[in-house]
């Protein structure tokens, strides 16, 4: 897709949701392009920006999904040193789980917690499992579990709820906003 493509795509929008991810196969992992989430979202914000210039003095809701793998330093998060020593053996080995932390990073350090054209939330579900309705789940600032070593569930049905619920809930985006909250399963 063209910059202009993209751009018709977002213009007029208040929301952008990417759900993004390699494909968990050999090539989805190792082949290219290897920072598609990065890629991504730099492209959408751009074209956002591109956009929302001159339409609305509301900045533009931008939700990513990420993952509770990725330690948000931003946030003084801590880890343990086994966990922080897998993690960077994964970060080295595994490109897509680099390319989440850059992509989410990217958002921190361009859009901080205050800019006229984009707000930020990147949501970090723990172990992704399939649910067939919402079931009670709970979002919480950092994680409350290892995500090597003691990891939860999180439905992909609940993480689709809370994201519907930053887009249309006013209270829930305030509270979120420019954060990256992690979710469970109860």
């Known amino acids: 897709m063209t910059d202009a493509e993209l751009q018709q ?7 952008v949701v990417s759900c993004l991810g390699h494909n968990l196969n050999f090539n989805g992992m190792f082949g290219h392009p290897r920072r598609l989430v990065t890629g991504a ?19 533009v809701k931008f939700i990513l999904m990420n993952t509770t793998g990725n330690q948000n330093t ?9 966990q922080s020593m897998v993690v960077g ?12 932390e850059e992509a989410a990073g990217y958002l921190q350090s361009r859009y ?3 800019h006229k054209m984009i707000e930020w939330v990147a949501v970090r579900p723990d172990s992704l ?6 079931t009670h789940y709970q979002a919480y600032e950092s994680p409350i579990r290892s995500a090597i070593f003691d990891a939860g ?8 709820n809370f994201m519907s619920q930053l887009v249309i809930d006013s209270g829930t ?13 109860n």
Do not use: F
């Open 41 to 59: 979202v730099q492209r959408l914000c751009r074209a956002i920006e591109a956009t929302a210039a001159n339409i609305t003095s509301t900045p």
């Open 89 to 100: 053996l994964i970060r080295l080995l595994l490109p897509p789980h680099a390319d989440n």
């Open 153 to 160: 569930k999180t439905s992909r049905i609940n993480v689709a």
């Open 129 to 134: 499992i399939d649910e067939g309705s919402v």
């Open 9 to 15: 795509h977002v213009q007029g929008c208040r929301a």
């Open 173 to 185: 985006w305030n509270k979120w906003k420019s954060k990256m909250p992690v979710l469970y399963n």
């Open 74 to 82: 931003q946030a003084g998060e801590k880890v343990s040193v086994a």
């Open 112 to 114: 901080g917690r205050h």
